[in-house]
């Protein structure tokens, strides 16, 4: 049973457009939510990271935005770049108590040029 | 400054065989855990270690333990290996054990089970 899920496997954009990369979850109890790059021969590197209570967290050409009435959120990357060509996994957990990350199955992102 | 280190970075066992990995945390981040990547999948929680002390295991067998030691760094063993124990096994280290300490995870040990 898939706590977090990723429905795309893959996804190609062209540089200098949106990608757009999207998470559901099932746990209305998770309250914090993570996404992490992973580039091949490397382990995971954190991104950005956004709380329930708000519904959009920035940082350069990224952004998160979470729904929760949809449990749903989504990583925007504006202007995408080749460099930003990897899996993206997105992360749940609980910030009360001791949980550990949930993740999903990633998502492969190609930036074209 | 040295980043999470883990040790080997490939192995290769046969079935029944035990395994060792080894986890060195960056300095001064007292957390550490261990994922377990299959392919095709994220990673998936097996434990967590704070202060040389158990502080969260997944749904994993018995035949998978580890222990973190006075300097912080960590090892995981699978016993009577099997098959579908290849993967590539992540270690993570943070700060604290909080939520909120954003984890950072080593290149990982692939390890084959033939």
């Known amino acids: 049973d898939q706590q977090v899920k990723q429905n795309s496997p893959s996804l190609s954009v062209q540089e200098g457009r949106i990608s757009i990369l999207n998470c559901d979850y099932t746990?209305?109890?998770?309250?914090?939510f993570l996404w992490y790059k992973k580039y091949p021969a490397e382990g995971p590197t954190f991104l950005i990271s956004i709380s329930s209570i708000k519904d959009k967290n920035e940082d350069g050409r990224f952004t998160v935005f979470l729904n929760k009435s949809a449990k749903h959120l989504s990583l925007h990357i504006v202007p995408s770049q080749p460099g930003d060509s990897a899996v993206y996994f997105c992360a749940a957990n609980l910030l009360s108590g001791n949980t550990p990350l949930v993740f999903g199955k990633g998502t492969r992102l190609s930036v074209i040029a | 400054d040295a980043g999470v280190t883990q040790s080997p970075t490939h192995l290769i066992k046969t079935r029944g065989q035990q395994v060792t990995l080894r986890c060195s945390p960056i300095?001064?981040?007292?957390?550490v855990s261990w994922y377990q990547q299959v392919l095709g999948q994220g990673p998936q929680f097996i434990f967590q270690?704070?202060?040389?002390?158990?502080?969260g295991r997944g749904n994993f067998p018995d035949r998978f333990s580890a222990r973190q030691f006075p300097n912080y760094s960590s090892e995981l063993n699978v016993n009577a290996l099997l098959l579908g124990d290849s993967a590539l096994y992540l270690c993570a280290s943070s700060l604290e054990q909080g939520a909120w300490d954003i984890q950072y995870f080593g290149a990982g040990t692939r390890l084959s089970v033939l």
């Open positions: 746990n209305s109890m998770f309250d914090y």
């Open positions: 300095s001064g981040h007292k957390s």
């Open positions: 270690y704070y202060e040389k002390e158990e502080r």
